[in-house]
Structures are given as C-alpha cells and as structure tokens.
C-alpha cells in the first residue's frame, strides 16, 4: 500500500501509541471482569400461547367453535408461520409460531398484534367460554428451582411456607418472575342432602342461585358527609367454610340454614390440574426467573445468600433441595470456555517464542493479548457477553489473529537481516503486506456473514460467532501495522546477522517439490481440481448436525399416555419408572416430576411441552456426561420393556433454538 504509511505515522507518534495502547490494556481487563457470564446466547422465541376454557363443552365443541376460529383469524397474520393446538374437554391451547425470519424486534409488536385480533372476534364466541388468556413471555427462563416437601404437614400449610418465600425472593435485586409448580389448589364441596331437599320442598338449582345472589358483589351507595365521601359496603360474600355453614338463605319464601340441607367441607380440586415430585416424594416447587440484561453471576450469590436466610426461619419438617441452578452451571461453563482460551493462548505464545526466537516472539506475545483487550472491549460495547458461542468464536479466531502479527515481525526480522534499520523495517511492513494480511481478514470474515445476515432463531443463536471473529480478526490487523511496529523497534535489536546455513533435509525437499509443482503446472492445476472433486464428494459422507446435543448432564423424559388416560394414571406409571430406574441408581443425583404439564423453562434451549392429563415429564439430573450416557439407553431399553402402550422418549438438552423430537410431521 502506497502513500500514507500507518506504521511510520505510529513511530513518529509513539507516546501517543504507547498511551493507546496501555488506555486498550486497561480498558479490556475492566472489560473482561465486567462482561455478562451466560450459558448460552440469548434469542427470541417466538412462540406465544393462547388458552381458552369452556366449561363442560366436549372435544369437538371446543375444537369448532373455540379453536377454529382463533386458528382462522390467525391466519390474517403476516409473519405466522404455523399454529399448533392442544384442545381437550372444555379447553384449547394454541401455539401460536412466527416466520424463523421474524425479526426479534418486531416479535412484540407482533404479539400485540395477535391479541388484537383474537379480542376482535370473541364476542362470536358462545356464552360460557372464558378467556382468552395470552402468554407473550412463553421465552421466560428459570434458571433456579427449589423444590419444598413436608413431613408432617398439610400441602396447605406447605403451600403457605412456599408462598412467603416467594414474597422475600421477590425482593431480591434483579428478580424476575417468581411462580409456583404443583401447588394444588383448594375449594370448598357442598354436599346435598336429596332427602332433606325433598322432605323442605327445594331443588338444588335453587339453592346455588341463592347462594350466588348472597356472594355477589354489587354497589350499595355513597354517603356524603361534609367535604367527605364514605363508600358504603354491604358485607355478604364468604371467605370460608364457616361463613358457608352460618348463612340463611331464602328459597321459595323460606328460609333455613345451608348446613341443614348440605354437608360443607374444605378440600383439594379433584383431580388436580397438575403435580410436582422431587426424588420420589410429593413436593411443590419455587421457579425463580431473573430480570432481563441483569449479571446472572451476581444475582445467584444474592439469591443464594436469601434462601440461606429463608431456611433459617421455615420449621422443621419442610425440608428445602435445589432441582435447577443455573449461575452454577453457567460459571462452571464459562470458566471451562475461558481455561480453554487461555490455554490455546499458551499454545500460539509457546510456537511463536520457538519459530520466531525469544525477542520477535516477544512481540508476538505482547500483540495477543492486547488484541485480546481491544476485542474484549468492543465486545462490552456492543453488549455481548461471554457465553458458548462468543469464546468458541475467540478460540476459532486465534489462530488466525496470531498470523498477522506473526508475519508483521518475520518481515521486519528478515528485513533487519538484510541490513535495513529499525524503522526502515518495521515501515517496509505496511507497504508489503498491510494490503494482502487486509485482504485475506475480510475474506475469511466474508466467510461467517451468511451467520450474520440469518434472521432465523439459529441466526441468531450463533450471530455473536460472525460478530466476535470480524472484530477480533479487524482488531489483529490494526495491532499488526500500528502497534506491532512500535513493539518491533522497541524489543528487537537494531541489527542482525543475515544466516548463510545450507537448507536442511526438510527444506530441501519442499523446494524440490515447490519447483516441480511450477515446472509442470498443468499437472498441479489438474491434481488440485481432481482433489476438489474428491472432498467434494467424500463430504457428503460426513454425518451433519448443525447443533450438536449438550453437554450439561440432564435428561428428559417425556411421558405420552393414551389421550383418554387421567392424571391419576400419568401419575401411578412415572411413579413406577421412578421406583425402578431412578430410586437408588448411582448414576443419578436427582430427578424430579412434573406431572399433568411440562417442565418449566430452566434453561432458554429447552422446549417446553403443554399440559395435559396425559402428559408427564421426568427430569434427571446424572452425575456426569459419561453417566448421562450410560443412563439413557438403560432407560430407553425399561420404557421399552415394561411400559407398553406408553409413548416415552428419553433426549437429552439440545444446543440452540428447540426443535423436540428428531423426525416431525405437519399435516
């Protein structure tokens, strides 16, 4: 490159270089140490849920005058992809799934879109039916559950321990949404007596209108007094089974007492909507979600140091055991990821120091790191954090940000051998190689843009590995011609012997080879076209998968019984594979249950699955990739054998956006 020469402006302005480059240095180990820690990069799922209840509505009722008619309207929608629904007895639950080519910041207005439409046509929709009920945030991640159990005490009285946890959990800094899995929810049972109903001449139908005339709520009037207004209240609703057991009620210009026609008694809904298990033992779960952008490292020692109060005050019996944690798990991975990098640094600084000599490999190893620094605080400017796909990114990137740098100090040592000063070397770099070490950067960037321009969920998934390699390998460029330069004079010495050796074996035979490649070119165009072909065609034998399966150790099992099956049943057949896989099993540190729905999100790749009766899914926690591996055709092979009829696949985490089952069908 002629004209304006990059280097030889930096070592005419070398204190201004120098402060640059310490300014960099600095800058990225702040950078480095404040950068979010993640498992996985964040994208969009764009998938919301839609659910309707109609009570005491059959399945094709449901399906035609509820589901149907959302299904239709939704198709006005431009970037729907497809529907999926789930409709049951007196229920619908739609999936509601945008284009892959959904842009994520037109996912919400989006979503905004959908209930508009869908509260457009409900008033179509037959008396009775209620909802709809919209959840935009199906993406919401738990990265923490604890699951609570009892000995001794009621669920009521579980459920009442669990819900003031939640209440100081929520306080947390940075705490996001705070549910509970499993808890069963109470009512009240009237009992009529048809004897005494007969023997006083009422009817049933009677007696609830009356009862839903006591219970209603209806304005009584304001009293003004003086410059105050005093709503008037009439008290008549009940807040328990005694107020039940108390209440007059007319019926037919008669009144009488509701106890004596009705046995009144507190209960659980039968059966229950949904049930939570942890390690063979009924349990009712906390899923505890976090705040988006907030530092998932900080907010796990907070929680942690809050559950640690928390089960100082709970009473004995309720016994407190972690099912998911993710701050865990995202800082064993991340240290795992940052080991790897640092060791493949070691690597490149040891090759360079025996390749290039003590002093140019030197600059070598001072330019990785501050190419490093730069990178690292570009990254925090742009807000990416450090997870799976950004550092696989730095380890891809370096060895070939070293390469710059590299050929920057050979050329100035090989220019110093020919008798040039200093400066006269470290200037003729830019002018003989700044362009082509320019050249081959955007080409191989050019490479990983097809990642950047995807606006798929995979795209952008791995959109931080376009991202990261073209800041890292511009980076290694500008550190090549402006600040190894300045290394280069400053550490190496200001002359050299030019070496007269006779070429070695090694050396010999590559210029023999070299020679006879140029001398007969023909030939060695034809071999590398016939080489072409032939990787071409042996590549198609390589087994392709785009995200390979994770290496966390969970394993999920999902339950599929006959659509006509009952909790009860779900519950009494992943109790018994409980029993028999899992009780006991030394591969196993953990499993828990969820029965009549699926697993909450506890991590942002996991497909979550709609609740059904029918439906059930075991979560198993091994005690290492290897167990994990052991673990999963031995339960595959008892499914199999013992539990007939019953459609349960075993799958461990997936890498990437969810895709669930290997082969699917869309009709």
């Given at each position: 490159m002629k004209g304006f020469n990059l280097s030889d402006w930096a070592l005419s302005h070398r204190s201004l270089v120098w402060y640059f480059m310490l300014v960099f240095v600095v800058a990225g180990v702040f950078a480095y140490l404040n950068l979010g820690r993640e498992e996985d990069p964040a994208f969009t799922i764009k998938t919301m849920v839609i659910q309707a209840n109609w009570p005491g509505a059959s399945v094709n009722e449901t399906v035609r005058q509820v589901t149907d008619r959302i299904e239709k309207k939704l198709e006005e929608l431009d970037s729907l992809d497809y529907t999926k629904s789930v409709t049951s007895a007196g229920k619908t639950v739609i999936f509601v799934n945008l284009k892959p080519t959904t842009r994520a910041r037109d996912v919400v207005p989006t979503w905004l879109q959908v209930r508009n439409m869908v509260n457009d046509i409900w008033a179509q929709f037959p008396q009775g039916v209620q909802g709809p009920f919209f959840n935009d945030r199906f993406g919401d991640v738990y990265g923490n559950i604890y699951a609570f159990t009892a000995d001794g005490l009621t669920p009521r009285q579980l459920r009442d321990y669990v819900e003031d946890v939640r209440t100081k959990i929520l306080a947390v800094p940075n705490a996001g949404k705070v549910d509970l899995v499993g808890a069963r929810d109470e009512a009240i049972y009237l009992e009529f007596s048809t004897r005494q109903i007969a023997a006083l001449g009422l009817n049933q139908q009677a007696i609830v209108a009356s009862l839903q005339a006591q219970n209603a709520i209806t304005p009584s009037g304001v009293i003004q007094s003086g410059p105050e207004r005093i709503s008037v209240r009439v008290s008549g609703q009940f807040t328990s089974e005694e107020s039940l057991?108390?209440?007059?009620?007319?019926?037919?210009?008669?009144?009488?007492?509701?106890?004596?026609?009705?046995?009144?008694?507190?209960?659980?809904?039968?059966?229950?909507?949904?049930?939570?298990?942890?390690?063979?033992?009924?349990?009712?779960?906390?899923?505890?979600?976090?705040?988006?952008?907030a530092n998932l490292l900080e907010f796990g020692e907070a929680l942690h140091e809050e559950m640690n109060k928390v089960l100082a005050d709970l009473?004995?019996?309720?016994?407190?055991?972690?099912?998911?944690?993710?701050?865990?798990?995202?800082?064993?991975?991340?240290?795992?990821?940052?080991?790897?990098?640092?060791?493949?640094?070691?690597?490149?600084?040891?090759?360079?120091?025996?390749?290039?000599?003590?002093?140019?490999?030197?600059?070598?190893?001072?330019?990785?790191?501050?190419?490093?620094?730069?990178?690292?605080?570009?990254?925090?400017?742009l807000g990416i954090s450090l997870q799976r796909i950004s550092l696989g990114a730095l380890i891809i990137s370096l060895g070939l940000l070293v390469d710059d740098a590299m050929i920057a100090v050979e050329m100035m040592v090989a220019r110093l051998e020919v008798g040039d000063n200093l400066r006269k070397a470290a200037t003729y770099v830019y002018t003989s190689t700044a362009f082509p070490m320019l050249t081959g950067t955007l080409v191989t960037v050019a490479g990983f843009?097809?990642?950047?321009?995807?606006?798929?969920?995979?795209?952008?998934?791995?959109?931080?590995?376009?991202v990261v390699i073209a800041v890292s390998l511009l980076v290694s460029w500008i550190v090549a011609v402006l600040f190894a330069p300045l290394l280069g004079v400053t550490i190496l010495p200001a002359t050299m012997k030019q070496h007269h050796e006779k070429p070695g074996r090694f050396t010999a035979l590559f210029r023999r080879i070299l020679v006879g490649s140029v001398r007969h070119h023909w030939l060695t165009i034809i071999a590398t076209v016939l080489l072409f072909g032939?990787?071409?065609?042996?590549?198609?034998?390589?087994?392709?998968?785009?995200?390979?399966?994770?290496?966390?150790?969970?394993?999920?099992?999902?339950?599929?019984?006959?659509?006509?099956?009952?909790?009860?049943?779900?519950?009494?057949?992943?109790?018994?594979?409980e029993q028999r896989a899992l009780v006991g099993n030394s591969d196993v540190d953990r499993f828990s249950s969820y029965i009549g729905q699926g697993a909450v999100r506890f991590v942002l790749t996991y497909d979550v699955q709609p609740g059904n009766p029918y439906f059930g899914q075991t979560v198993i926690v091994t005690k290492s990739i290897e167990a994990r591996n052991r673990v999963k055709p031995a339960l595959e092979k008892l499914l199999r054998d013992e539990f007939v009829g019953t459609d349960a696949f075993v799958k461990p985490l997936e890498l990437g956006p969810p895709v669930g089952r290997p082969v699917q069908y869309r009709v």
């Open positions: 057991r108390a209440i007059n009620l007319r019926v037919n210009d008669r009144f009488f007492r509701l106890s004596d026609v009705a046995t009144i008694s507190r209960g659980y809904v039968d059966p229950p909507t949904a049930l939570f298990r942890f390690n063979g033992q009924d349990a009712i779960g906390l899923a505890i979600g976090m705040k988006p952008n009473p004995i019996g309720v016994g407190v055991h972690l099912v998911a944690d993710q701050p865990v798990i995202v800082e064993e991975a991340v240290s795992g990821f940052t080991r790897a990098l640092f060791e493949a640094v070691a690597i490149v600084l040891a090759v360079s120091f025996i390749s290039l000599g003590m002093r140019a490999g030197f600059v070598v190893a001072l330019s990785i790191p501050l190419v490093l620094a730069i990178t690292f605080t570009v990254m925090a400017y843009i097809p990642i950047g321009l995807n606006n798929s969920a995979a795209g952008e998934y791995t959109f931080t590995l376009f032939a990787s071409l065609a042996g590549f198609g034998l390589v087994q392709q998968q785009f995200f390979p399966p994770s290496d966390r150790p969970e394993l999920i099992v999902d339950w599929n019984l006959p659509q006509n099956s009952s909790i009860a049943e779900t519950r009494d057949q992943m109790e018994r594979f």
